[in-house]
């Protein structure tokens, strides 16, 4: 998330464009961006100068034919915003409010870039409220501001999650509260007003300065690296060398860290301090450090997996082999993700995979043995069935249990005259 020093890169870098163009016409907002203003303001030609303060910065816009005819705009950049100055026939895929260039071929855009869509900008806003002054440029403002109000509910907090109050500490975020911390050898979950206490007293001094003083030195560096902590990606892989080299705690290979109550990932070394959670969630460190900067581009490096036993199907002896992936790793807006060969699955380290015995045809087919027979006695007893018995009608008459019907009585059937003459000439026969 960009922080104090970062809105001041992107202030610097609009004046300085600003001041070898001019710009007109309409201001454009794009279609998606539904949550911010459109901009009605309108003018042949104007000029642009940026302001920031904190974690806000203000661009003002001024009418070159009537200097009285003027506005501002209020930007706050949330989680991935940046300007850009790009060709109107090339401009960056995420950019949501774009001011053109007027008198110069090709032309060009300055626009603001947001591909999270979190950033946020008002007409004519003023600065908030809840927001206290710049450390780096109203440090006398600031550092008066937190020592008068020691007494403050925020202060009751360990001095990490204080940090993070833009009412008191403005510009300051994750990365800048691990380095001053550090620096001053605070354990970052010690009551606030302690630790603040000790510092209006002057009990704790530090070769660099008290934890206030490095407020204002600590994002000064940041501002003379080459070319900052950029969150440009076009810029993106010379600043995020120097910012990186810069980087004494946060993100560092060898540095505790520990989830805080704001649910941030607070780096420190050493002790947590008293406050420290008592469900602590520790996060896997991910990449090089800085790798939260949005970049773009492919890299591709070379994994050796550990050592697995392979089975083969032609008969082979198994022999213990090391297995070589490569794995291309694709960033894009600060994500990196592994793409693996399909053929090959992950190996865990330390786990043999081998491959499943064929079953026999035996084991496979389950096959039910019958009882043995010990005596004749036990076998079980089978009826016999009776034998076929001459049909006539006195036996079917007793297994109906009705009484025969004679002769007489038998109605006949519905038959052909000729074939009942026949039938009555062999029942004659029969008797």
């Given amino acids: 998330m960009p922080e104090g020093p970062e809105l001041h890169i992107a202030a610097r870098f609009i004046n300085s464009t600003a001041k070898n163009y001019r710009f007109g016409g309409e201001i454009v907002k794009s279609e998606v961006s539904t949550k911010n203003p459109a901009v009605d303001w309108l003018a042949e030609e104007y000029n642009i100068y940026a302001k920031t303060r904190g974690k806000e910065l203000k661009v003002f816009l001024s009418s070159i034919k009537k200097p009285s005819k003027k506005t501002h705009l209020l930007f706050r950049f949330g989680m991935s915003g940046c300007f850009k100055f790009a060709q109107v026939t090339d401009l960056p895929k995420h950019a949501h409010l774009r001011f053109f260039t007027v008198g110069v071929k090709p032309a060009m855009a ?27 440029f109203e440090y006398k403002e600031f550092r008066s501001n937190v020592l008068d109000n020691l007494d403050s509910a925020a202060f009751n907090r360990p001095i990490c999650e204080a940090m993070l109050n833009q009412k008191y500490f403005n510009g300051i975020g994750n990365y800048l509260r691990a380095e ?25 001094k530090s070769e ?11 994002p000064k560096e ?40 704001n649910g941030r ?12 959670p008592k469900v602590k969630k520790v996060k896997g460190r991910k990449g090089k450090k800085g790798t939260q900067i949005p970049q773009s581009g492919t890299d591709i490096k070379e994994e050796i997996l550990d050592d697995k036993e392979t089975d083969l199907s032609n008969g082979d002896s198994k022999d213990n082999k090391k297995v070589k992936r490569n794995i291309k790793v694709k960033e894009s807006g600060g994500t990196r993700v592994k793409k693996e060969p399909k053929d090959e699955k992950p190996v865990r380290s330390g786990k043999v995979q081998r491959k ?23 076998m079980a007893k089978v009826k016999k069935e009776p034998e076929d018995e001459p049909i006539n009608a006195e036996t079917v008459a007793q297994k109906r249990k009705q009484p025969a019907l004679s002769s007489e009585e038998v109605k006949p059937s519905r038959q052909s005259k000729s074939r009942r003459a026949s039938s009555d000439l062999d029942f004659k026969k029969f008797f």
């Fill in 110 to 136: 300055l626009c603001f870039v947001d591909y999270r869509r979190f950033g946020r900008w008002e007409i004519e806003g003023d600065w908030g409220k809840d927001r206290g002054p710049d450390p780096i």
């Fill in 180 to 204: 001053i911390l550090y620096r001053c050898g605070i354990r970052p979950f010690d009551e606030a007003r302690e630790v603040l206490k000790s510092v209006q007293e002057d009990n704790v």
């Fill in 208 to 218: 660099e300065g008290d934890l206030l003083e490095l407020c204002n030195i600590v």
């Fill in 222 to 261: 940041v501002l003379e690296l080459d070319s900052g902590k950029s969150y440009d990606p076009d810029d993106s892989q010379k600043s995020q060398e120097s910012f990186s080299d810069w980087l004494q705690c946060y993100y560092v290979e060898g540095m505790n860290n520990l989830e805080d109550g």
């Fill in 265 to 276: 990932t607070m780096w420190f070394a050493g002790s947590p301090g008293k406050m420290a």
């Fill in 356 to 378: 499943p015995k064929a079953e026999s045809a035996v084991t496979r087919t389950k096959v039910k043995k019958e009882p043995k027979i010990e005596n004749s006695t036990k």
